[in-house]
């Protein structure tokens, strides 16, 4: 769970985040259909999901229309998908752990890391290579 300027973002509205990105960047906009899809989740869910985000002003939300990211939306997602992609790459480089379980593993510490040790990550993967 990571704070994002005094909001508390759950792991599971991270993964809204991080779809929500992967999916824009892919496409150039944004539905809850796309968004059920990606994430293999009911639309109802979705819709909770979203009401939260924007609460926290973290999307740009409308129940029927294209949706988007806050630039505070869009910075938290960035740190996900960064962190995601440090820790599977050291997963399956470091640890030779095979594709699937890397990303398995990625995508459960990705949201329990605090700051400070995926620095301290960062750094030793740095300092290994």
Avoid at 61 to 85: C, D, F, M, Q, W
């Amino acid at each position: 769970m990571q704070e994002i300027k005094g909001k508390n973002i759950s792991s599971s509205l991270e993964d809204y985040l991080e779809a929500i990105y992967e999916i824009y960047t892919e496409k150039r906009g944004v539905r809850a259909i796309d968004i059920s899809k990606k994430l293999g989740v009911g639309r109802s869910s979705v819709t909770e999901a979203l009401k939260t985000l924007a609460q926290k002003h973290l999307v740009n939300y409308s129940r029927y229309g294209v949706l988007s990211l806050t630039p505070t939306g869009e910075e938290a997602a960035k740190n996900v998908i960064e962190r995601h992609k440090v820790l599977y790459g050291f997963f399956k480089n470091t640890l030779n752990l095979d594709e699937q379980e890397a990303q398995e593993n990625a995508c459960r510490v990705e949201h329990v890391l605090s700051e400070k040790a995926f620095r301290s990550l960062i750094d030793f993967v740095n300092n290994s290579s």
